[in-house]
């Protein structure tokens, strides 16, 4: 069963503009949700995270975005850049010390100079 | 710091064969997981280990088995290999109460 959903397989952009990744879910014991990027050949990067007590969580050039009463959430990338080029995943669980996390899909990111 | 360390980085085994599959963790991590991905899909949980204690188990036969050392080390066997167990495993490490940090993986092929 699908309890993370990416819709979008992939995603172009330009340089310099926002890139926008969406989520949803369907499991309401989801409570904290994450970001990872992951390069070829590399393990998932952890990016950034967001506890369901909020809506909004920001880290420099990323934010996520968590509607709960939707189940739904995005990242939002702002200004993109080449280097951010890469499958992003996001993942859920029922709390941060719960590594049981569950994947969607990923979105392949590609940003064009 | 090392990160997260796996080995071998790539395997290739035979149908009904065995393998062992190693892990690890970043420093002062108690815990670590395991998941597999296999090519177009995200990671799946496969199992999670903290102060050597089994935490969490996934959707996965009991052909799939791990342990935690007391450095907190981990292996995964998987026994009687299918040719659908070729994925990339993937290992991660977490002081408990924060994100995973995951390793580059091993590359599992089964012929």
């Known amino acids: 069963d699908q309890q993370v959903k990416q819709n979008s397989p992939s995603l172009s952009v330009q340089e310099g503009r926002i890139s926008i990744l969406n989520c949803d879910y369907t499991n309401s014991m989801f409570d904290y949700f994450l970001w990872y990027k992951k390069y070829p050949a590399e393990g998932p990067t952890f990016l950034i995270s967001?506890?369901?007590?909020?809506d909004k969580n920001e880290d420099g050039r990323f934010t996520v975005f968590l509607n709960k009463s939707a189940k739904h959430l995005s990242l939002h990338i702002v200004p993109s850049q080449p280097g951010d080029s890469a499958v992003y995943f996001c993942a859920a669980s029922r709390g941060p010390r719960d590594n049981d996390m569950r994947f969607g899909a990923g979105t392949r990111l590609t940003v064009k100079p | 710091d090392a990160g997260v360390t796996q080995s071998p980085t790539h395997l290739i085994k035979t149908r009904g064969q065995h393998v062992t599959l190693r892990c690890s963790p970043i420093s002062g991590h108690k815990s670590v997981s395991w998941y597999q991905q296999v090519l177009g899909q995200g990671p799946q949980f496969i199992f999670q280990?903290?102060?050597?204690?089994?935490?969490g188990r996934g959707n996965f036969p009991d052909r799939f088995s791990a342990r935690q050392f007391p450095n907190y080390s981990s292996e995964l066997n998987v026994n009687a290999l299918l040719l659908g167990d070729s994925a990339l495993y993937l290992c991660?490490?977490?002081?408990?109460?924060?994100?995973?940090?995951f390793g580059q993986g091993t590359r599992l092929t089964v012929v």
């Open positions: 991660a490490s977490s002081p408990a109460y924060t994100e995973a940090f």
């Open positions: 967001i506890s369901s007590i909020k």
């Open positions: 280990y903290y102060e050597k204690e089994e935490r």
